[in-house]
Nanobody, 121 residues
Framework: QVQLVESGGGLVQAGGSLRLSCAVS????????MGWFRQAPGKEREFVAY????????YYADFVKGRFTVSRDNAKNMVYLQMNSLKPEDTAVYYC??????????????WGQGTQVTVSS
């Protein structure tokens, strides 16, 4: 089993920045590709970013390209999502996920509990 715990969410003004962290525990001998997703009230969960096991291959949703950066530190079993130039429409619960069966559609084996990000205008 793998446990994922997100942190770093909060309230920020539009144009501000936040860095989300995802702590990975459990079967840490296996380094999984990871994804970030988000879900806003009344909306479906959507893909935000992906990073492969080594960190040298990343993908982003079009609406965050140039603003968000995903990274990882495998020595610390951590994955990060640096979010800059935040917009009110980025308000959502953000989830990290591990072990994808498909990168973009949410078919991941392990999920965290989520962290709330609220961007005020």
């Amino acid at each position: 089993q793998v446990q994922l715990v997100e942190s770093g969410g909060g309230l920020v003004q539009a144009g501000g920045s936040l860095r989300l962290s995802c702590a990975v525990s459990g079967r840490t001998g296996t380094i999984y590709p990871m994804g970030w997703f988000r879900q806003a009230p009344g909306k479906e969960r959507e893909f935000v970013a992906y990073i492969n096991w080594s960190g040298d291959n990343t993908y982003y949703a079009d609406f965050v390209k140039g603003r968000f950066t995903v990274s990882r530190d495998n020595a610390k079993n951590m994955v990060y999502l640096q979010m800059n130039s935040l917009k009110p429409e980025d308000t959502a619960v953000y989830y990290c996920a591990a072990r994808p069966h498909s990168v973009y559609d949410g078919a991941y084996t392990y999920w965290g509990q989520g962290t709330q990000v609220t961007v005020s205008s």
